[in-house]
């Protein structure tokens, strides 16, 4: 392959990557939107039963399958060829994510300690878990509806 090829590809991957991420960004945008309908909805329908921090646990579980449904819905629209594209875009929502939290965090006036209580793995807090599975939603949903756009298949190991 020439030099001129060789940069020719890294512009088109580039250009890829770029394409890809914009639609993450997109696919992001609908998971955040459904996020805060589960959010409010937890907070109205099931805080009231078991307790804020109870329901804040439980949300995570049922969190991580309202994200791999959106991502399983558009998992092909985002039009990834490998794993490298499907960790970026779910490396993208993560860092989406962690600044969301907290910034609506602090606007509503949530002190710090609030904040990270979420995250807190030995006090109890599952958000961790959700953020990691964030991050690999777009594989996992590319592995279960059976491969890339481009009909390539795909192994996690």
Request: proline share 1%.
């Amino acid at each position: 392959m020439t030099a001129k090829q060789n940069s020719l590809q890294k512009k088109a991957m580039n250009e890829g990557i770029l394409f890809i991420l914009l639609r993450g960004l997109k696919v992001w945008l609908v998971i955040i939107c459904a996020e805060i309908l589960h959010g409010t909805a937890r907070v109205i329908l099931l805080q009231p039963l078991i307790g804020d921090f109870r329901a804040r646990q439980l949300g995570v579980f049922t969190g991580i399958l309202i994200i791999l449904a959106i991502s399983y819905l558009f998992i092909g629209w985002l039009r990834a060829a490998n794993n490298w594209q499907l960790l970026c875009v779910g490396l993208l929502w993560l860092g989406l994510t962690a600044a969301f939290e907290i910034s609506l965090g602090r606007l509503l006036n949530l002190s710090w300690e609030r904040i990270f209580s979420d995250y807190d793995i030995a006090n109890g807090g599952l958000m961790g878990f959700g953020l990691l599975f964030l991050v690999f939603a777009p594989l996992i949903a590319a592995k279960i509806k059976g491969g890339f756009h481009q009909n390539q298949k795909i192994e996690l190991s």
